[in-house]
């Protein structure tokens, strides 16, 4: 099983739809979890930390359940800008060296449309 | 504050050719690491210096890979010799401390191998 798990897509969306993506890992030590959005030929870039409380921004919601090992994003109102890979992160402790680690998943592609 | 700077921003190479690639982090940032993303993927990390100390190279493939941080801030991550496979995207990324809130990446350099 990898560790961190995403539907590649594409979702291919009109613009103005909510869209969420959802995500699955397999360390249940993880601590800490993001979602970063990486444009074409472009660099990730982080969009938002992902709290158990779940936490928004604007537009955005991010979703932790930690029971079911499972984060997820929540897109409203969708923009044609908001075309891009959306990646998800888990940042789990190094046993052996010490620190943490990211891990990310394959990242889920989105196409808003006229 | 500047980002973090990569270069070369492109690259192409023929096979069993060496190649380096450099990276400067953030200021102040001390961590530092190298990811390749292949097409399709999420970036997988290659090497992690805390300061000048590599503390996790694991997945450096070391029978061609080499990287080094001598005064733990610029980096420089080589192949010798260079194979079709290893065409990808390096990316440099770093983060103040451990990745709890996160790293940032550089644009990365994109390597052909022909």
């Known amino acids: 099983r990898k560790e961190v798990e995403q539907d590649p897509g594409p979702f291919n969306v009109p613009e103005g739809a909510t869209v969420a993506f959802n995500c699955t890992y397999s360390?249940?030590?993880?601590?800490?979890f993001f979602w970063y959005r990486q444009d074409c030929r472009k660099e990730p870039k982080l969009l938002m930390s992902v709290y158990s409380s779940g936490n928004e921004d604007g537009r955005f919601t991010a979703q932790l359940n930690r029971a079911s090992q499972y984060i997820s994003l929540l897109i409203r109102d969708s923009k044609l800008s908001d075309s891009a890979t959306y990646l998800c992160?888990?940042?789990?402790?190094?046993?052996?060296?010490?620190?943490?680690?990211?891990?990310f998943g394959t990242g889920t592609q989105l196409k808003v449309e006229l | 504050e500047a980002g973090v700077v990569q270069s070369p921003r492109y690259k192409i190479i023929e096979k069993k050719q060496p190649v380096a690639f450099w990276c400067n982090p953030i200021?102040?940032?001390?961590?530092l690491y190298w990811y390749r993303q292949n097409l399709g993927q999420g970036p997988e990390l290659l090497i992690r210096y805390e300061n000048e100390e590599a503390v996790d190279d694991s997945q450096l493939p070391k029978d061609r890979f080499s990287a080094e941080r001598l005064k733990g801030v610029d980096s420089t991550l080589k192949i010798q010799p260079a194979e079709l496979g290893d065409s990808a995207v390096y990316l440099c990324?770093?983060?103040?401390?451990?990745?709890?809130?996160?790293?940032?990446f550089g644009p990365g350099t994109r390597l052909l191998v022909l």
């Open positions: 200021s102040g940032h001390n961590t």
């Open positions: 360390n249940s030590a993880s601590q800490s």
């Open positions: 990324a770093s983060s103040q401390g451990d990745t709890s809130e996160g790293q940032y």
């Open positions: 992160v888990v940042n789990t402790e190094v046993l052996t060296g010490g620190g943490n680690k990211l891990t």
